[in-house]
């Protein structure tokens, strides 16, 4: 496959992205690190501040980059056309393992981490920990190194099995978890690491922030992710009818990734010290079974369901209904550009160039 910075659709949306971001001006002259670069929002995140840092002319502008990954090999895979660039620095980092890098930061974005169901099967005590004692050793980083602000990427599945009969989960309610069961791995985990993050807030002092993206896609997906979203879109991209092994009726909010990445920016120059931010679109809410409804249309092709076999079972989520208020985000100035059709077609559009 093409690096993904080929097609003229994803740089466009780069675009987009970069003009979504409110203040974005603040990053001017100042360094980042992003843990989890290689991800689906890691990745986005940082070809955003790559694509700023091309169009500039002034140094002042310039942000420094450091992109960490498990896999240097991958880092370099993935940002390719950027590996000349001297703000672009490439650090080959578990979260699991002990900090070996040492440089001062002015930001630091922590999106690394198990996030697909698959992992959480296999690997539930991993997951518990890359979230826990991970965010621990990145906070504790960030205190040494007097960075201006830690931004923790959580996720709307701290929510749990919320209340059907509320419109939507706003940041102040927390829904029900059942922790005994390996599944909450993820969820428990993530809840824990945002109240470290506001513990080192009031302990330390250390200017903390988080966000919590609802369902996101986009075609910067790993290739081992197994989320619903991602396997309709592979289905439609292998030329298959879209496969759903449930009736599909869960409601969620989705988020394209152009989106996600412009609020989560937003957020970390604009957020409120301390405090929680959904990551959500208003525009794009829809059930899974509508999702895939949409993906298959564009496709020209039909969804099919089959029953989940044991294994498929274990991995999906109980949460009926993961519909995230954007009020919150909304209020420091960012608003989504991506309905759920429009996110689409771009996901099978670029990904069909790439091909």
């Known amino acids: 496959m093409n690096s993904i910075n080929l097609s003229e659709i994803y740089r466009k949306d780069l675009s987009t992205a970069l003009n979504q971001v409110v203040h974005f001006e603040k990053l001017h002259g100042k360094s980042v690190l992003i843990t989890g670069a290689s991800g689906l929002i890691g990745s986005f995140i940082t070809d955003i501040l790559l694509y700023h840092n091309k169009q500039v002319d002034s140094e002042a502008e310039i942000i420094n980059i450091y992109a960490s990954g498990r896999s240097l090999s991958r880092l370099k895979t993935r940002f390719l056309e950027a590996t000349s660039m001297n703000c672009l620095h490439l650090i080959e980092h578990d979260v699991n393992n002990e900090i070996s ?3 001062p930061v002015d930001y630091i974005i922590h999106a690394a981490g198990n996030a697909y169901p698959a992992v959480f099967s296999a690997d539930p005590v991993g997951t518990i920990m890359s979230n826990v004692l991970g965010t621990k050793r990145l906070l504790d980083y960030a205190k040494e190194h007097d960075t201006k602000r830690f931004l923790f990427v959580s996720s709307g599945e701290v929510y749990g099995q ?3 009969n509320l419109d939507a989960f706003e940041e102040n309610y927390s829904g029900y978890v059942n922790v005994i069961l390996p599944r909450s791995c993820y969820p ?3 809840r824990t690491a945002e109240t470290l993050c506001v513990s080192y807030t009031k302990q330390f002092g250390l200017d903390t922030v988080i966000v919590r993206p609802c369902h996101t896609y986009g075609p910067n997906a790993t290739a081992s992710d197994n989320r619903a979203n991602v396997q309709f879109v592979n289905d439609a991209l292998w030329g298959k009818d879209i496969l759903l092994k449930s009736a599909g009726n869960q409601m969620r909010s989705y ?6 990445a412009s609020a989560i920016l937003t957020v970390l120059l604009n957020g409120k010290k301390g405090e929680a931010y959904n990551i959500a679109n208003k525009r794009a809410k829809i059930s899974v079974a509508g999702f895939a409804k949409i993906v298959a249309e564009i496709a020209g092709k039909k969804v099919t369901f089959e029953n989940p076999d044991e294994a498929t079972k274990e991995e999906q989520t109980p949460i009926t209904k993961a519909v995230l208020a954007s009020d919150k985000l909304e209020s420091l100035g960012w608003q989504g550009s991506f309905p759920v059709k429009e996110g689409i077609e771009h996901t099978l ?4 160039e790439l091909q």
């Open 101 to 103: 890098f040492d440089f």
């Open 255 to 260: 988020c394209y990734i152009a989106d996600n």
């Open 349 to 352: 559009k670029i990904l069909k």
């Open 162 to 164: 919320g209340d059907l």
């Open 188 to 190: 428990s985990s993530k």
